[in-house]
């Protein structure tokens, strides 16, 4: 069996080899020190560092990256299939439909104020992203720098930049509905930025159901939170 | 031809397979119960395994779990519901395939 400052160095190892995600480095850091043991096990004058050498050579990489590449795919592939479910499943919700007519009223309130439909809109999007994308991150980043291991999993990048881009699209959208104040136009806009509050809460509740997962799967590191 | 290409296809219906009949496994055991299995013909690559892995688990048909081993974590994968519903298609399919591939070159001999 390795040694604890064995398995350090291969925690290291990796590091070095471009693994810098915690949730990466547990595996493969625990299959280089099954493969090494058994190197090891068979060659009993190789040292450590020579039985590593013909491990990592078995993985036929020049380091780690593309498995990290990989695995990222995989994890963006999950964090969009969370985000799509959270989505449907808020569709199903009778409350979100009492959102929905709490965002008309609140349009036509606003806009009776105002007489500046799209202004009014572009700042309600521009107030939910700023929150949700911070809280968002904040939470994630904030496990992170608590526990000092960066994680994979807690990187959802592609979501995020889809959420920036739609915000985008949608108030660009939002912009070409002419200024005066009409129910058909209030019911569009509403219903551009009640899709967009919806994208919005999905996201939020893909991180927190990440940051779940994170702490199930890793009672090592989060074994006093 | 390349050996390890013909098996390349069948590489996720194998895995799923082992963990059908093993319920559980972690990775480096895979490749080292793929390779006693078949007697070193078929040895999966850990640059092939992993990712292959990580879609699964991505996809919900593998769920993993993490346990303390000997003095380090080790991730064990298991099938979920769909997962088993996954292999019994798998394996079925690779029925068809191997028997159709039995035909074609029966046929080339005769």
């Known amino acids: 069996m390795l040694t604890k400052e064995q398995i350090d160095y291969l925690f290291d190892f990796c590091k070095a080899q471009g693994v810098k995600y915690y949730d990466v480095q547990v595996e493969l850091v625990d299959h280089l020190a099954n493969a090494i043991e058994k190197e090891l096990a068979q060659h009993s004058d190789w040292s450590f560092q020579k039985a590593l050498d013909v491990v990592f050579a078995s993985f036929g990489y020049v380091n780690f990256k593309p498995l990290v590449r990989e695995k990222q795919k995989a994890i963006q592939a999950y964090c969009w299939r969370l985000w799509g479910a959270f989505f449907k499943e808020q569709l199903r919700r009778p409350a979100m439909w009492a959102v929905f007519g709490l965002f008309l009223l609140g349009y036509r309130i606003l806009s009776m104020r105002y007489q500046d439909l799209s202004f009014n809109i572009c700042i309600t999007s521009g107030i939910l992203i700023v929150f949700v994308l911070f809280a968002g991150n904040y939470r994630l980043k904030g496990l992170e720098k608590r526990k000092g291991k960066s994680f994979l999993v807690t990187n959802p990048t592609g979501l995020l930049a889809l959420l920036a881009y739609l915000n985008i699209a949608i108030g660009y959208a939002k912009l070409r509905i002419p200024g005066h104040v009409t129910w058909l136009n209030i019911f569009l806009a509403g219903t551009l930025n009640f899709a967009y509050f919806l994208l919005c809460v999905a996201y939020y509740r893909t991180v927190k159901q990440v940051e779940k997962e994170v702490k199930r799967d890793y009672p090592d590191i989060f074994k006093l939170t | ?110």
């Not at chain 2, 098996?7 to 009949?21: D, R």
């Open chain 2, 1 to 110: 031809m390349n050996k390890s290409s013909l098996y390349k296809g069948c590489l996720e219906p194998i895995v799923l397979q082992l963990l059908q009949t093993h319920r559980r496994m972690y990775g480096y055991e895979i490749t080292q119960t793929v390779k006693e299995i078949t007697k070193g013909e078929l040895q999966i690559t850990e640059g092939a395994l992993y990712p292959l892995l990580h879609r699964l688990e991505a996809q919900g048909l593998l769920e993993a779990e993490m346990q303390l081993a000997d003095n380090r974590m080790r991730k064990y994968y298991s099938l979920t519901k769909a997962g088993k519903e996954k292999t019994k298609c798998a394996i079925g399919e690779l029925q068809v395939f191997m028997q159709t591939l039995e035909h074609l070159i029966h046929l080339k001999l005769t």
